[in-house]
């Protein structure tokens, strides 16, 4: 079973970038459709960025097009969400999740497996 770790989360000034992290253990990612949702403070869980399984498909919420992408490095087991414009409208925890299907989803129903959360805090 595949388990998820966030970090780089914290405080950012507005108008500044933040790289979030999201680490796979005990299975590889590339057998997962993965994305990023984040929860603001008493509002619901949403879908940010993600990406299919095969790579294929992807897609990006229009409130963080132009600002936001889901970007990968060397370790083919971490997976990064780069923000950046921040603005207090951002502050947030923030999730990265995976699920095994082959389709691209953006509601978080369809992810089988989440990480702890990091928080975000836009402000000055």
């Known amino acids: 079973q595949v388990q998820l770790l966030e970090s780089g989360g914290g405080l950012v000034q507005p108008g500044g970038s933040l790289r979030l992290s999201c680490a796979a253990s005990?299975?590889?990612?590339?057998?997962?459709?993965m994305a990023w949702f984040r929860q603001p403070p008493g509002k619901e869980r949403h879908f940010l960025v993600g990406?299919?399984?095969?790579?294929?498909?992807?897609a990006v919420s229009d409130s963080v097009k132009g600002r936001f992408s889901m970007v990968g490095g060397n370790d083919k087991n971490v997976v990064y969400l780069q923000m950046d414009s921040l603005n207090p409208e951002d502050t947030a925890v923030y999730f990265c999740?995976?699920?095994?299907?082959?389709?691209?989803?953006?509601?978080?129903?369809?992810?089988?497996?989440w990480g702890q959360g990091t928080q975000v805090i836009v402000s000055s």
């Open positions: 999740a995976v699920h095994g299907g082959r389709l691209l989803h953006t509601t978080p129903e369809m992810y089988t497996v």
């Open positions: 005990g299975d590889t990612l590339s057998n997962y459709g």
């Open positions: 990406m299919s399984r095969s790579g294929e498909n992807s």
